[in-house]
């Protein structure tokens, strides 16, 4: 059974490089610009399907010039063609309407699978994949670390507060993709080179949904509020029995 | 007009997560009056305990197609709900639930909303929701307005409400699920033994071991002294990125969020994307050799020693 496979990624900030300026409190974020950690995550999940069952895998941003840098780096890995949906003003879109922008990308292609990271490095929100299966339609599979393939159906393995939850789901589907489903692989100088003669349509939206009814503030610093003992040159015996007391006193023991 | 609040609760195993009460807490203290919808199968006891907790209303949606978390049928409990109870606000848990629920909510409802808030408060007709961003150093307020917001809230954020209060009233809520057709099947749950046997999510002590600890063979350690205190098992990225931990032990940005009322870092420096899974938790002990490691910022108790001499003498004093 081979797979067309949608998978959908984002350009964010290189989290390692942000510094908060002690002064104003404000983040400051690095020009360093990566494909989001789970986004990178998801291309590969669809790449290892495409290589096991056969398929097409196309991948899609939405985002300024430079968002480009993502698609070109999925067609690197193995990503068959891309898609840019040009959209200077997506730091303004709110979750949902990021999500309709990308659900009117993606809606005239007949796909089998969707695949998204579960959330973005940068706002960590984990709702535009949501979103966007509702506005298609389609159900959703999520915090997913594990995918086979059973017959005429896939089989996930789902992270959840009490342990890994297995889930069974026909296409079309949408799926999330979590931290601990693979580790992806490095493009390299033959995919970086190929790469170059595959295509990327650049698509100029007709509508650029704005965000309805939320706004958000300029990130800052939360004020230090820690005031905790420290104990520091005492020998291990009587710190630890200051500890204990202190666990004591806090009834924790 | 829409007016008050609908607050999601979770259930496992018939009974209210602890999550289902910090989410009472931030409702109760934002508006009134606060609706508590309980979807499951079996769940009346879970009902009966979060009447209880604070709030003026309890829908029930009992029924086997909510026997496990699928988000098809649990979407549809939750819509039933909001046209049941027509509140101003919908409140989720930060649960991988709710976070999963939400957004899906939220589209079918066209309202906006805020993931994972640590504070909320109202400011004139907007509901703003603070959450952390970008690693969680640095925090945003997000300013929600409409006939219908909606946000989830950060695991720990709010302490529990208490049960056993005054009884609110308890109805059923019908769903009907006949045009939904199950297109996710749920084949079973694989429970995760964190050391101890308890479940990370759940646990009210965790002992967390990092890299400090030089070798794998030394998470005996800190396996020891999570025995002696009856807690889980948890372990840092570098730690589980060197293989010596299993990836669900993880806690941090790529790994667990949790809130224990006792988390104690040993030989972990506290990198942000660390801290940001853990630093909702109630007391904070944190044990290692460099003074100026960034995880004695968060610690309300802390040694700066050798943890190789600190750890064991706490197994020892904790058991004497």
Redesign the interface.
């Known amino acids: 059974m081979a797979f067309s496979i949608v998978v959908l990624v984002k350009q964010t900030p290189d989290l390692n490089a942000i510094r908060v300026d002690k002064s104003t409190g404000k983040a400051l974020l690095g020009d360093q610009l990566v494909m989001s950690s789970a986004d990178a995550i998801a291309v590969e999940a669809a790449l290892q399907l495409k290589e096991a069952h056969g398929g097409e895998v196309t991948v899609v941003t939405a985002g300024p010039a430079s968002a480009r840098d993502v698609v070109q780096r999925s067609l690197a890995m193995g990503a068959d063609r891309g898609i840019h949906v040009q959209c200077d003003s997506i730091g303004e879109l709110d979750t949902l309407a990021a999500a309709r922008l990308l659900s009117d990308a993606v809606r005239g292609f007949s796909f089998d699978l969707l695949f998204a990271g579960q959330n973005s490095d940068d706002y960590e929100s984990g709702q535009v994949g949501a979103q966007v299966a509702e506005l298609l339609g389609l159900p959703q599979v999520s915090w997913v670390t594990g995918i086979e393939v059973a017959g005429d159906e896939l089989r996930f393995e789902r992270d959840t507060e009490d342990g890994k939850q297995g889930v069974v789901a026909s296409t079309p589907l949408v799926v999330l993709t979590a931290d601990g489903l693979n580790e992806p692989r490095y493009p390299s100088l033959k995919g970086i080179m190929a790469a170059k003669k595959k295509p990327i349509d650049a698509v100029v939206p007709i509508n650029v949904p704005a965000a309805a009814g939320i706004s958000w503030s300029e990130p800052l610093a939360p004020s230090k509020t820690s005031s905790g003992v420290i104990i520091q040159d005492k020998p291990a015996a009587e710190a630890v029995a200051e500890l204990v007391d202190w666990l004591k006193t806090n009834k924790l023991v | 007009m829409p007016s008050g609040i609908l607050i999601v609760t979770e259930t ?1 195993e018939g009974a209210l ?1 602890p999550a289902s009460l910090e989410l009472v807490t931030a409702a109760v203290g934002l508006a009134q009056p606060v609706t508590a919808l309980v979807p499951g199968a079996g769940v009346a006891s879970a009902a009966q305990d979060v009447a209880t907790a604070g709030v003026a209303r309890v829908l029930v949606a009992d029924a086997d197609r909510l026997n ?5 049928a649990f979407a549809t409990a939750v819509e039933a709900a909001i046209k049941a109870a027509d509140p101003a606000v919908v409140l989720f848990a930060g ?3 709710g ?2 629920l ?3 909510i ?3 409802f ?7 808030a640590v504070g909320l408060r109202l400011d004139g007709a907007a509901l703003i929701a603070t959450r ?4 969680g ?10 006939q219908l ?1 909606m946000a989830s809230i950060g695991p720990g954020a709010f302490e529990r409400a208490s049960v056993g209060g005054a009884p609110a009233t308890i109805e059923a809520l019908d769903v009907d699920f006949s045009s939904i057709p199950e ?10 033994d964190a050391g101890g046997g308890a ?4 646990a009210e ?1 965790i002992v967390a071991g990092g890299r400090g600890l030089k070798e794998p063979g030394n998470f005996a350690l800190v396996e020891a002294l999570a025995s002696q ?1 009856g807690g889980a098992v948890a372990a840092s990225r570098a730690v589980v990125d060197a293989g010596w931990r299993p ?2 032990e993880q806690i941090g ?3 667990k969020t949790v809130a224990p ?2 988390y104690i870092a040993i030989g972990i420096s506290g990198a942000v ?1 660390h801290n940001v899974g853990m630093q909702g938790s109630d ?3 944190a044990i290692n050799r460099d ?1 100026d490691a960034p995880i ?11 943890l190789f ?2 750890v064991p ?2 197994t020892k ?2 058991g004497g």
């Open positions: 496992l997560r496990s978390f699928t988000t098809d649960t991988t639930s976070r999963d939400a957004p899906r939220a589209a079918r066209n309202a906006p909303l805020a993931a994972n952390p961003v970008l690693g150093r640095v925090q945003t307020d997000v300013r929600l307005e409409g917001v297109r996710v099947r749920v084949t079973g749950v694989a429970t995760v479940t990370l999510a759940n002590v205190l990836h669900q940005q790529t790994g009322k006792l994307q007391h904070i002990v003074p004695f910022k968060l610690a309300s108790f802390g040694i700066v020693g050798d001499e600190v003498e706490l004093q904790l």
